[in-house]
């Protein structure tokens, strides 16, 4: 499917979807928020793909959030349905059965910062600044940020940065925790890229029921949790690359998963 304002690349069984705005920094207008919800649709559906990255065209934006000439016509009951159209992009971004890492690649603002939040596994350039600006505008994050960030960091310091608008550099987002890794710029994609075929060399169904299991904590008690992840390490247990990875080991060989 064509899309206007996204590229989409498949390389084996890798994705990277780009959005691809860089006049306008790559702010998310709705053609945009709907091309997303098709991408990732499409991607869902696809078993070629293993792995996605998401990251921004441009030198110098991931996004820059949601698209101001869009948020500037709201009142409150097309407010309420933006919010929650976005809010479900971004659930299926973060519900996807394959691993989604976002490469950010410069500006991750309001509902870029929240887009970044959505995936996996986050890595940023060196020149990434994160932030939620949205009371410079009379708002608050509308896309999933104010539980989302809390979660990932921590509340005080999610509330921190959601009161005052401020921007996170790179080596701060590093240190509390808000990506995983930051890489010289000419490097992110090459890096992302590398992560992921790396995931995309373990046991397939491993990485579906991992997710699965990693994204639930946080919504369930402990309790809950752990039963649901038993009953998934059970699953895990019933595949042929879990026959293949444990013979594998005992006869100290390198595994050939089937994604069976
Ligand atoms: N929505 C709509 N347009 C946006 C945008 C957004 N969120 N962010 C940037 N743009 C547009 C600018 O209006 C400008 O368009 P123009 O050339 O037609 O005037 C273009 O992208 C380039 O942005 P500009 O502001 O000139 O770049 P800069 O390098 O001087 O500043 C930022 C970069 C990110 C600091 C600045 O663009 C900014 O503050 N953007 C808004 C961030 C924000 O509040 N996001 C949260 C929204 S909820």
Same mark, same amino acid.
């Given at each position: 499917?064509?899309y206007?304002?996204?590229l989409?690349? #498949?390389?084996?069984?890798?994705?990277?979807?780009t959005?691809?705005?860089?006049?306008?920094?790559?702010?998310?207008?709705?053609k945009? #928020?709907?091309e997303? /919800?098709?991408v990732?649709?499409?991607?869902?559906?696809n078993?070629?793909?293993?792995?996605?990255?998401?990251? &921004? +065209?441009?030198?110098?934006a991931?996004?820059a *959030? %949601? @698209?101001?000439?869009?948020?500037?016509?709201l009142?409150?009951i097309?407010?309420?349905?933006?919010s929650e159209n *976005?809010q479900?992009?971004?659930?299926?971004i973060?519900?996807?059965?394959?691993p989604?890492i976002?490469?950010?690649?410069?500006? %991750?603002?309001g509902?870029?910062?929240?887009?970044?939040?959505?995936c996996? #596994?986050?890595? %940023?350039?060196?020149?990434?600044?994160? &932030?939620?600006p949205?009371?410079?505008l *009379?708002?608050?994050?509308?896309? &999933? *940020?104010?539980? /989302?960030?809390? &979660?990932?960091i921590? +509340?005080g310091r999610a509330?921190?940065?959601?009161?005052?608008g @401020?921007m996170? @550099?790179?080596?701060?987002?590093?240190? #509390?925790?808000?990506v995983? /890794?930051?890489?010289?710029k000419e490097e992110?994609?090459?890096?992302?890229?590398?992560?992921a075929?790396k995931?995309a060399? !373990?046991?397939g169904?491993?990485?579906?029921l991992?997710? !699965?299991?990693?994204?639930?904590?946080?919504?369930?008690?402990? !309790?809950?949790?752990?039963a649901?992840?038993?009953?998934?390490f059970?699953?895990?247990?019933?595949?042929? @690359?879990?026959?293949?990875?444990?013979?594998?080991?005992l006869?100290k060989r390198?595994?050939?998963?089937?994604n069976k």
């Amino acid at each position: 499917m064509p899309y206007q304002n996204l590229l989409l690349n #498949i390389n084996e069984s890798i994705a990277v979807v780009t959005i691809n705005r860089p006049e306008k920094l790559n702010a998310l207008n709705s053609k945009t #928020i709907d091309e997303l /919800r098709n991408v990732f649709t499409e991607i869902n559906k696809n078993e070629n793909i293993s792995v996605v990255i998401l990251t &921004g +065209s441009g030198e110098k934006a991931f996004v820059a *959030g %949601a @698209d101001i000439s869009e948020l500037n016509k709201l009142d409150t009951i097309s407010a309420k349905a933006f919010s929650e159209n *976005g809010q479900e992009v971004f659930n299926l971004i973060e519900n996807l059965n394959k691993p989604v890492i976002a490469a950010v690649n410069g500006f %991750a603002l309001g509902g870029g910062c929240e887009l970044a939040l959505a995936c996996h #596994i986050r890595v %940023a350039s060196e020149n990434a600044r994160f &932030g939620q600006p949205e009371v410079n505008l *009379g708002i608050i994050p509308g896309y &999933g *940020g104010t539980q /989302r960030l809390a &979660g990932l960091i921590n +509340s005080g310091r999610a509330m921190e940065y959601i009161l005052t608008g @401020d921007m996170i @550099d790179a080596n701060e987002a590093f240190r #509390i925790g808000l990506v995983n /890794r930051v890489f010289p710029k000419e490097e992110l994609i090459a890096k992302a890229t590398e992560m992921a075929n790396k995931i995309a060399s !373990k046991a397939g169904n491993a990485v579906r029921l991992a997710l !699965k299991a990693v994204n639930i904590s946080g919504e369930v008690t402990t !309790k809950e949790g752990q039963a649901y992840e038993a009953s998934l390490f059970a699953l895990c247990c019933g595949t042929e @690359d879990f026959k293949e990875g444990t013979t594998a080991f005992l006869e100290k060989r390198k595994p050939v998963f089937k994604n069976k």
